[in-house]
T-cell receptor
């Protein structure tokens, strides 16, 4: 079983749509969680951290459910520029430890 | 200025050769990492270095050896390259508790 699992997609949505990505992690000792974004042939970049209380950054909302070991990302009012692969990430211990990546969910926003 | 840089960006070589990939970060971070992203886009940790000491070494072949001449550099040397080594290799760095920044990646093709 993969440590971090995501639906690979692709998700093809029209501009303005709301889209939700889900992710589960297997290691209950994981402490920190993130969503990274990776554009085609580029490096991953941090989109946002994920907290149990939920957090919002503009059109993006992330949620963590530790009991279910479940993480979500909601994108509202999708833009063409949101087209990318979204990587769900867990970290065993906060700080300078490696990130454990899911395989990513590919999003294409269509005009 | 590029925060995390890697050279070369592309590397094409024959099986059996030995090659090195260089990574430099100018962020003053004390931990650096090497990740491998295979053809299925799965991003996985290979090594991490903290204060010039290897602190995690995942199950990678001993043909791969990280070398850190100083805190700002973590190079990856690969001996006897195999077809299965073809992938994109990403260097990253972080400072305790903060975001990991990734380099642009080195696309290695073994023929």
């Amino acid at each position: 079983r993969k440590e971090v699992e995501q639906d690979p997609g692709p998700f093809n949505v029209p501009e303005g749509a709301t889209v939700a990505f889900n992710c589960t992690y297997s290691n209950s000792a994981s402490q920190s969680f993130f969503w990274y974004r990776q554009d085609c042939r580029k490096e991953p970049k941090l989109l946002m951290s994920v907290y149990s209380s939920g957090n919002e950054d503009g059109r993006f909302t992330a949620q963590l459910n530790r009991a279910s070991q479940y993480i979500s990302l909601l994108i509202r009012d999708s833009k063409l520029s949101d087209s990318a692969t979204y990587l769900c990430v867990a970290q065993l211990v906060s700080g300078n430890t490696p990130l454990v990546f899911g395989k990513g969910t590919r999003l294409s926003v269509i005009a | 200025d590029t925060a995390v840089s890697q050279t070369p960006k592309y590397l094409v070589t024959q099986m059996g050769n030995d090659k090195s990939i260089k990574c430099e970060q100018n962020l003053g971070h004390d931990t650096m990492y090497w990740y491998k992203q295979d053809s299925k886009k799965f991003l996985k940790i290979m090594f991490s270095y903290n204060n010039k000491e290897l602190i995690i070494n995942e199950t990678v072949p001993n043909r791969f050896s990280p070398k850190s001449p100083d805190k700002a550099h973590l190079n990856l040397h690969i001996n006897s390259l195999e077809l299965g080594d073809s992938a994109v290799y990403f260097c990253a760095s972080s400072h305790f508790g903060n975001e990991q920044f990734f380099g642009p990646g080195t696309r290695l093709t073994v023929l």
